[in-house]
């Protein structure tokens, strides 16, 4: 995790600010955008620069404040004001290579603009959804960037109306939109509904046609949980890891897929499948993330009795040697992860590993943390040309049937949900850290929802929650403020 960055709730301040520091945005948690290029000439300057944590292609000129400025990285140019048309950047003409710098990364800043489509869907989807909306437009109204938020119907909601778990106008809007945010969809309601209409088809419909190959669940401890968890504090007070699980392909999709009719009995089928490319992105994905992390992967699979982990194993071995050497990587088999996770999970920085085994894994390390009410999950789609990927974000757990009208729903999930779009679709690291330090906050200040509540601990609704992490924004952002301009002022001798 990164350091405290400063953060202001009055834009202008703020993008200076995000300028100023921008180096963490492009070091520390790099967004798995593409690579491109920024080319700024600044007078007779003219610099390109290598931007791969970056969002966006930009060219701009400046010296004489002409901007032409073009994205092509998944954003929207916003109409600029008119001061910001006119106006002369002034001595650009000879500024040092740091100048330079923030002035690009100043238009930039700028001109960010994202489309989001929110799908609460069923259950406590909805009520969590609510929540996250609200830390939404709190972004919006405080700091640079813009979000589009469009709102439809998927699972059992959707059934209900269209006779489909999802329609095809809101695939259409899913595939056109920078990310999607999920709820959660099912619940004894539709329990008759024709297998093909289930509520979860609209889920399955989304990963498949967004082509959603890789699902990251991070498991992180927050201390002030560290005593909720079934394991000691000692244990997984500061536990910080990342399954990432491939998601399309192995044994879930491969085919044949039947049960038959032996003449003395049934025989079941289900075939695990994997080929190289499959294996390639996945490995990618997991050390490209380790590199923004603790740089250490352990792959996971069963080579000692699955030609698939043989193949798992190669694949993997050959993209860190030729791709990735700096990363250490660690085979590991996937029953001797299970045991490990519980033992010891903080050895563990990325683990990546297939479908099954990922399945098994990740809600394994989810109850290391406590409840599933506190787990976020991204799932990302292949780098188009342009460097954009399709990227779905939704909490680990379901529609909660139970106490779904009752606003008991924890929020945390789907809120930290909406923090992995941030970092891994919109390169908002800074947003996305004062985000995860706002929920901090929050449980430290003994705020808990029922699947969390402990002595001595207040009991809160799902709203009551919610606008605790408003709050605890509004003061994280002044904080950092304060600490902004206490930096800045002249210093007296
Ligand atoms: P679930 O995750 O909905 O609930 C399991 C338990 O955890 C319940 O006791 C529930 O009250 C609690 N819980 C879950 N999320 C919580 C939160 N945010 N705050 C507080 N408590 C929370 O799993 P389930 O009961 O097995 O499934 C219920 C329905 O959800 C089923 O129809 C299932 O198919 C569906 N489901 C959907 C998804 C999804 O949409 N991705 C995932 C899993 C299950």
């Not at 000439?41 to 003219?46: F, L």
């Not at 002034?90 to 040092?96: E, T, V, Y």
């Not at 499948?273 to 997991?286: H, L, Q, S």
């Amino acid at each position: 995790m990164n350091g405290l960055k400063p953060f202001s709730p009055n834009p202008f301040f703020h993008s200076m600010m995000s300028v100023l520091h921008f180096p963490n945005l492009c070091q520390g948690s790099r967004p798995l955008r593409s690579r491109k290029q920024a080319n700024v000439e600044c007078g007779d300057a003219t610099e390109a620069s290598r931007h791969d944590g970056g969002l966006k292609q930009a060219n701009v000129e400046c010296g004489d404040a002409t901007k032409a400025s073009r994205h092509d990285g998944g954003l929207k140019i916003p109409p600029l004001d008119k001061g910001w048309e006119n106006a002369r950047v002034p001595s650009w003409n000879g500024a040092d290579r740091l100048q330079r710098w923030q002035a690009r990364h100043l238009m930039e800043v700028f001109l960010s603009e994202f489309n989001l489509l929110l799908l609460p869907g069923d259950g406590i989807g909805p009520e969590v959804m609510a929540e996250t909306r609200r830390v939404l437009e709190w972004f919006n109204t405080h700091g640079e960037h813009q979000f589009h938020l469009e709102e439809d119907l998927v699972g059992g909601a959707a059934y209900d109306v269209h006779g489909v778990a999802i329609t095809d106008a809101t695939m259409e809007k899913a595939l056109q939109a920078d990310a999607v945010l999920f709820g959660a969809v099912g619940g004894p309601k539709w329990d008759e509904v024709p297998y093909e209409h289930r509520p979860e088809a609209g889920l399955l419909r989304l990963r498949k046609e967004l082509q959603l190959f890789a699902n990251l669940r991070p498991a992180i401890c927050y201390p002030a949980l560290a005593d909720g968890s079934p394991l000691k504090r000692e244990v997984v007070e500061g536990l910080d890891i990342l399954i990432v699980r491939e998601l399309t392909g192995g044994v879930y999709f491969g085919e044949p897929k039947e049960i038959t009719e032996t003449g003395n009995g049934k025989r079941a089928v289900d075939t695990q499948v994997y080929e190289t490319y499959e294996i390639e992105r996945i490995a990618r994905v997991a050390f490209d993330l380790a590199r923004k992390r603790a740089n250490r992967v352990h792959s996971a699979e069963k080579r000692n009795v699955m030609m698939t982990g043989v193949l798992w194993h190669e694949v993997v071995s050959r993209v860190h040697e030729e791709e990735f050497p700096d990363v250490t990587l660690e085979h590991i088999l996937a029953d001797n992860c299970a045991m490990q996770l519980v033992r010891w999970p903080k050895q563990f920085d990325v683990i990546v590993t297939d479908n099954l085994f990922g399945d098994i894994l990740s809600d394994a390390a989810a109850m290391l943390t406590g409840s599933l009410g506190m787990l976020p999950s991204a799932s990302l789609g292949a780098e188009d040309d342009k460097g954009r990927r399709k990227a779905l974000y939704e909490p680990v757990h379901g529609s909660a049937p139970d106490i779904a009208g009752k606003g008991q729903a924890n929020p945390i999930a789907m809120i930290g949900s909406l923090g992995m779009a941030l970092r891994y679709s919109f390169g908002m690291v800074q947003e996305a850290e004062l985000l995860d330090r706002a929920i901090a906050d929050v449980l430290a200040q003994g705020l808990r929802t029922a699947d969390i509540m402990a002595e001595g601990m207040t009991l809160v609704s799902t709203r009551e929650l919610g606008q605790a992490v408003l709050d605890a924004l509004a003061a994280q952002a002044r904080k950092d403020a304060g600490q902004a301009q206490e930096a800045l002022a002249p210093k007296s001798i």
